[in-house]
């Protein structure tokens, strides 16, 4: 084996306030880079790879995720994988396919139409009623970063009072980098408590994400409870991590861009292009990582079997060639799709909720409460590589006389 050797691309420090000009600077070198678009100083040089690439072109970065055949999702079993367990994410080929098509099962249209009325809408604006009367909150503390989670407790079914439970052990869990015994903790303490709630299930069916699991049958097969509680937790850095801060680079935007955020405010139909510009120009995660299963090329530069790819979507977001001023936030541009969501088959199975979610919470927010304002105590600004959100929102506003509509 041949001793690791750090590139010296791997060494440069990320601004976490704003990576994107380091972004823009490698797209103008090329489709495809040799080191990282991550912060690899605090990694002993021994537990760094070899071989790191990183795609930052959209159509580099779109390649690596359309071929399967090449690049695979692997090195998440080494990662979340050890907190969360076996799931689709690290999955390639026909177990992907037919293990996705057993958990899909819990995300159909038809549940979404009724998620809508039934769960998100409620929950949103039970969150307002919490601060609508205060005339100030910090939208991140009081907002987003609680309704995906309130939203996911109740799309599991999980009982009212477990809340606080639920959401501790779920924050320690997607807070693994930071703390990982806590996490390992968390994940065991989820694994017991899903457990139970499969086998409940299982004697009385009902009718949410996880009765939806317990019952999927695809040709016979079904699902393992370790296929069931390891999916269960993949949830949470999937769906409660990524909504919350991608719902606050959203509200962000807008309340430092005052006229997009004002013609939004007169037209809510214009939430939906605002959701797909936030999501373009300030995706919440903007790197992942994939493996080369074999020699290869991307962009013309040679890639080694068991190389490690950064794919970087918020690099491929920004590329010049696919969007005019592309680092303009900018509600009214002509829409051309991004790639916050991933493409081929590992494509976010969340995506649809994802809107929805989003699309409800601004929509109650810009009903019930007036006049807006971002004041700029603690400066509040988008932070962080490869996650990204907002350290704080902290507003002012009156409320209107509107009345949650169910
Ligand atoms: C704005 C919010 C979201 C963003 C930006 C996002 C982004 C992504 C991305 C980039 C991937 C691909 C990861 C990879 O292959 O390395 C992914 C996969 C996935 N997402 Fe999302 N996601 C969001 C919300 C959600 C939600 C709400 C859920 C479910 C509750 C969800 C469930 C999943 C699942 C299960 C996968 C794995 C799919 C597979 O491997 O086949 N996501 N997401």
Redesign the pocket.
Known sequence: MQSPVRDTAMDEPIDLRDPYPMFARRRREGGVFRGSVMDWSKTPASMTPQNVYAAVSFEAVNRVFRDGKAFN?AIYDSTIGLFIGPT??AMEGKA?WAH?NL?SAAFKSRSLARWEPEIVRPVVNSLIDEFVDIGEADLVRDFTFEF?TRV?SKLLGLPDEDLPWFRKRAVALISYAVDYQRAFEASAELKDYFLALIDQRRSAPTEDIIGDLVSAEIDGERLTDEAIFSFLR??LP??LE??YR?SGNLLYLLLTHRDQFDAVTADHDLIGSAIEEA?RFE???TT?QRFAREDTEIDGVPIEAGSVIDVC?GSANRDERRWERSEEFDIFRTRTPHI???AG???????H??RM??RVAVECLLTRLDDIRLTTDNDPHIHGQPFRSPTALPVTFRPTSAQPAE
């Open positions: 999702s689709i994410l992907h996705r958990v995906p996911i993949l949830l999937a769906g990524t909504t991608s999501l995706t919440p995660l992942v979507i916050s969501f991933a088959e590992h494509t976010c199975m969340g995506l909720l994802a979610e989003t």
